[in-house]
């Protein structure tokens, strides 16, 4: 758009600011005019809305009643083991396995997958890299993450 602008913008236009001025209210349509103004105003003024930084909201899984640290230990190593069952892949990164239990956790509490889907979501999620696994196996890391995770 700039470069169809300065194509049809007379050169004399640019040695004198009123010119311009002058120019671009005539060849501009008015309302476009009017819509970039009032867009730049908008953005200026929820730029500048806040002088405290906002604090970063808690995950889901930060405001759960959380375990005590050794509980939800034993409790990663139970899963990790269930997971091992399924597919030694599954738990070849043990922070990764637990991040992915903890999305399945989300989906869970979150009431808007049946079984089925659960399944295909936890088996879609958790295949590729160092396993593959199928909705059958989606399904029982699904119930090791309720049983020890969620």
Do not use: H
Not at 7 to 12: A, Q, T
Request: a positive charge; one cysteine or more.
């Amino acid at each position: 758009m700039l470069s169809r602008l300065l194509s049809v913008l007379p050169l004399s236009a640019l040695s004198s600011g009123g010119y311009l001025l002058e120019w671009v209210l005539q060849t501009v349509p008015m309302r476009r005019i009017m819509i970039t103004v009032a867009s730049v105003l908008v953005l200026a003024s929820t730029a500048c809305s806040s002088t405290e930084s906002a604090e970063p909201a808690k995950s889901a899984a930060a405001t759960a009643a959380a375990p005590t640290q050794a509980e939800m230990t034993a409790k990663e190593k139970k899963y990790l083991a269930g997971l091992k069952k399924i597919d030694e892949g599954l738990a070849a990164n043990e922070e990764r396995a637990i991040r992915r239990a903890q999305n399945i956790c989300l989906d869970v509490k979150g009431g808007e997958f049946n079984d089925k889907q659960l399944a295909d979501r936890a088996a879609e999620r958790l295949s590729g890299g160092d396993a593959t696994i199928d909705s059958a196996q989606g399904a029982k890391v699904v119930a090791l993450a309720k049983a020890n995770i969620c």
